[in-house]
């Protein structure tokens, strides 16, 4: 089992950037592959970025291609996602997940068996 912790949201100009980090605890941490989703209000929650569990290798969602960088540090236990040229679009609450069993590029959260409690980014105009 993996818990899941988020941090690094906040509020930010249009431009700007932000580093969200994932702690996690368990020790299979290493085993899982770990990804990053947000939720917009009256949206349905959608992938962002996802990456493999020795970190070798990264899948996004061809709107954060350029702008979002996933990594992972499995000695620490954290998963981070630079974010930068935040745009408004980019508003939501931010979770990551950890996936045992499927591929980085399932992009459905149903595969994904844990989840942390999120964080608010907000991009302003």
């Known amino acids: 089992q993996v818990q899941l912790v988020e941090s690094g949201g906040g509020l930010v100009q249009a431009g700007g950037s932000l580093r969200l980090s994932c702690a996690a605890a368990?020790?299979?941490?290493?085993?899982?592959?770990m990804g990053w989703f947000r939720q917009a209000p009256g949206k349905e929650r959608e992938f962002v970025a996802a990456?493999?569990?020795?970190?070798?290798?990264?899948y996004y969602t061809d709107s954060v291609k350029g702008r979002f960088t996933i990594s992972r540090d499995n000695a620490k236990k954290t998963v981070d996602l630079q974010m930068n040229s935040l745009k408004p679009e980019d508003t939501a609450v931010y979770y990551c997940?950890?996936?045992?069993?499927?591929?980085?590029?399932?992009?459905?959260?149903?595969?994904?068996?844990?989840w942390g409690q999120g964080t608010q980014v907000t991009v302003s105009s």
């Open positions: 990456i493999n569990w020795g970190g070798g290798t990264a």
């Open positions: 997940a950890a996936n045992l069993r499927y591929s980085i590029y399932f992009r459905s959260p149903d595969r994904y068996d844990y």
């Open positions: 368990g020790r299979t941490f290493n085993m899982y592959s």
